[in-house]
């Protein structure tokens, strides 16, 4: 699944240190954003509390996907 993990401010100076640690929990990471504090990538949903739990962590955001109906569709 993909998710957007928040790292808290007392870790972001650390925050190499931090997807070190995410990679080694099965994180598959596609971005880190230093400024924001946040690093987005992917991880099994059987692994997402292990991610949790890893120190400086502040949150898991799972991605949320949806469809729409093609425009000339009876659901429309």
């Known amino acids: 699944m993909n998710v957007s993990i928040l790292v808290?401010?007392?870790s972001s100076t650390k925050l190499s240190a931090v997807v070190t640690k995410l990679r080694t929990a099965g994180v598959v990471v596609k971005q880190v954003q230093n400024a924001l504090g946040t690093v987005?990538?992917?991880v099994p949903y059987d692994r997402v509390a292990k991610v949790r739990a890893i120190p400086?962590?502040?949150a898991v955001h799972e991605e949320r996907?949806?469809?729409l109906a093609p425009p000339h569709s009876d659901l429309q």
């Open 65 to 67: 996907g949806f469809s």
């Open 56 to 58: 400086g962590v502040e």
């Open 8 to 10: 808290n401010d007392d």
């Open 40 to 42: 987005t990538g992917s």
